[in-house]
């Protein structure tokens, strides 16, 4: 989304000038998601008229086209890709019943596993979305409302509401690592709308590195959850809930203070299993509301981060949010249902929005960085309409074997 102070690069060249070398195949580019689809298993035994690397476009591109039919969305990937089909004499537009089966048969975890293959961290070291020598993440969780199907309601569930109606949609969860100074999704996990994101963390870990700072809201903590995720060798910046038992055990020079998490009470009668933390606390004031914050780190030392800087470094975590907004709102569409009506297709549909998300933001950090620009000055919306505006015209998809 635009940022205030957003400025036009000072070049003759245009936004849609990048976009227009094809944004989807130049970051899934054609020979990765043929290895992905081969080791998935996912290939097809006979020539089809919609054989599985055409598919897995097809998925990404009705996250592009989010408002099109299942037709419409075919004609405007296909209108550049002869390099699929190697020609189009004689070739016949699939009807919606066909698209149906091809994306069955292609199934969720071709996208799943290309997701998570490209899917890398965004920022260059030392600027925007850095603290140092760590690379700022946050993770945190959102809803898709869903068909409203008898499968798709008891795979994913339905959100419960004050009165007895039921909500108009099923719903699922998706819990993201985003990095804050790109926006780019660099890890996902989708669950029913009853699994809670605390439930979903454990999946996310393995995304994690030394490099990194991970922010997180209160609702992620526990003891098991800090534990595994400070051996994963990232840096540790979370909320607390007020009424955490955080006991003073050496006051720091800077305001803030050590003190140690325990297990359980057990633990913490019988001093096993002691973690220490540093834990800073401050009142942010806006208008007539106050609100108190209490966060733990595993950055110990307050010269290697003072209280200001860590105060500052955990307001970026709401950066997350604007990436949701951009994945639900403008890429999605407000109010748009996700489409499929099996929970498999819910699970495919997910991991392509999340693909095209992820193949913007990458674009927009390539432009960025190419004239000096911090990535998140440069408007989402805009290269959204610029990438829909051209990808059946790029020049840049690779001509047809056969040829």
């Not at 690379?135 to 009165?163: F, H, Q, W």
């Amino acid at each position: 989304m635009a940022r205030s102070g957003w400025v036009k690069p000072e070049s003759s060249e245009r936004l849609s000038d990048h976009v227009s070398l094809g944004v989807l195949t130049r970051v899934f580019a054609p020979d990765v998601v043929d290895k992905v689809i081969a080791r998935t298993g996912a290939g097809q035994q006979r020539t089809r008229l919609l054989p599985a690397r055409l598919m897995v476009y097809y998925v990404m591109a009705m996250a592009l086209f989010s408002a099109g039919s299942y037709e419409e969305v075919m004609r405007s990937l296909l209108a550049g890709l002869d390099w699929i089909t190697g020609r189009f004499d004689g070739w016949v537009m699939p009807t919606k019943a066909a698209i149906f089966k091809a994306r069955t048969r292609l199934g969720s975890t071709v996208m799943i596993e290309l997701f998570t293959e490209v899917a890398q961290p965004l920022a260059v070291a030392g600027g925007p979305g850095f603290y140092k020598s760590w690379r700022l993440v946050s993770v945190d969780g959102t809803t898709l409302d869903i068909a409203d199907t008898t499968v798709n309601e008891r795979a994913y569930g339905r959100p419960g509401t004050k009165s007895e109606a039921k909500s108009a949609f099923p719903q699922a969860r998706v819990l993201g690592l985003v990095e804050c100074g790109t926006h780019a999704v660099i890890g996902a996990v989708a669950a029913s709308c009853t699994t809670s994101e605390h439930d979903m963390y454990p999946a996310l870990r393995h995304r994690l590195d030394p490099t990194m700072l991970l922010m997180a809201d209160r609702g992620f903590f526990s003891y098991t959850a800090w534990k595994d995720s400070a051996a994963d060798g990232a840096q540790l910046l979370w909320r607390m809930k007020t009424s955490a038992l955080l006991p003073v055990a050496q006051e720091l020079p800077d305001g803030s203070y050590l003190s140690v998490l325990y297990p359980d009470t057990k633990g913490r009668r019988n001093k096993t299993g002691a973690i220490t933390v540093r834990v800073i606390e401050y009142t942010v004031t806006t208008g007539e509301s106050t609100s108190e914050f209490r966060l733990i780190t595993t950055i110990l030392d307050p010269e290697g981060a003072p209280v200001e800087d860590l105060a500052g470094l955990y307001a970026k975590r709401w950066e997350i949010e604007s990436c949701f907004d951009e994945l639900k709102t403008h890429q999605r569409g407000p109010s748009i249902v996700l489409r499929s009506k099996t929970p498999d297709g819910v699970l495919q549909e997910i991991y392509g929005y999340l693909c095209v998300h992820y193949a913007l933001r990458s674009l927009i950090a390539g432009v960025a960085q190419h004239f000096e620009e911090d990535p998140l000055r440069i408007s989402f919306t805009r290269t959204l309409r610029a990438a829909r505006r051209s990808l059946a015209d790029s020049p840049a998809f690779p001509p047809s074997p056969s040829r």
